[in-house]
T-cell receptor, first 114, second 114 residues
Framework: DGGITQSPKYLFRKEGQNVTLSCEQN?????MYWYRQDPGQGLRLIYY???????QKGDIAEGYSVSREKKESFPLTVTSAQKNPTAFYLC?????????????FGNGTRLTVT | AQTVTQSQPEMSVQEAETVTLSCTYD???????LFWYKQPPSRQMILVIR??????QNATENRFSVNFQKAAKSFSLKISDSQLGDAAMYFC???????????FGTGTRLQVFP
């Protein structure tokens, strides 16, 4: 079955360490997204990519970095510069260029930084 | 700025009754798509219903329907014959033709009582 896989489900890190969240999709979608979810704030866009080797900043990109070397993969690195990294992170993908195409989401990664 | 507002942080409904969740948005675009997503306790994001902005007819999916008022920039979700499994966070979102970004509201937590 096609879908989006995020791993791991739970991630714990010490403050000051960089950490990379994995996102893989086998839906053959061109566009991929990273969202952050905090209580009471909904989903906020961190980065998105519409094609391989290209990506754009979302609304809260500071302290994060991404790469898009393969169509299937869009890893997110939470750097030590991110002031409040503890959150639930959701990866999504969709068909590019069709605004009616819904986003398909992974199951998320809960990151806790202490 | 493009924003989505969900003014009801929490709502409750009795099983078999009807409930309406409100959503307003602000955009200067004339063509866009609107979505409602459901996030149950598993935190998986599930598409509930979508609406094309240029269509006047309100979308319907089984027990779920929308009341789309384009002039008022309002997009409410009506759930009929509420079931216990409808209990979840509900997010309103929109996407324009100019970008591939999906902008989310802050969500409404729906409780369903037997």
């Amino acid at each position: 079955d096609g879908g989006i896989t995020q791993s791991p489900k739970y991630l714990f890190r010490k403050e000051g360490q960089n950490v990379t969240l994995s996102c893989e999709q086998n839906l053959n979608h061109d566009a991929m997204y990273w969202y952050r979810q905090d209580p009471g704030q909904g989903l906020r866009l961190i980065y998105y990519s519409q094609i391989v080797n290209d990506f754009q900043k979302g609304d809260i990109a500071e302290g994060y970095s991404v790469s898009r070397e393969k169509k299937e993969s869009f890893p997110l690195t939470v750097t030590s510069a991110q002031k409040n990294p503890t959150a639930f992170y959701l990866c999504a993908s969709s068909i590019t260029g069709t605004v009616n195409s819904p986003l398909h989401f992974g199951n998320g990664t809960r990151l806790t930084v202490t | 700025a493009q924003t989505v507002t969900q003014s009801q942080p929490e709502m409750s409904v009795q099983e078999a009754e009807t409930v309406t969740l409100s959503c307003t948005y602000d955009t200067s675009e004339s063509d866009y798509y609107l979505f409602w997503y459901k996030q149950p306790p598993s935190r998986q994001m599930i598409l509930v219903i979508r609406q094309e902005a240029y269509k006047q007819q309100n979308a319907t999916e089984n027990r779920f329907s929308v009341n789309f008022q384009k002039a008022a920039k309002s997009f409410s979700l009506k759930i009929s014959d509420s079931q216990l499994g409808d209990a979840a966070m509900y997010f309103c979102a929109y996407r324009t033709f100019n970008t591939d970004k999906l902008i989310f509201g802050t969500g409404t937590r729906l409780q369903v009582f037997p």
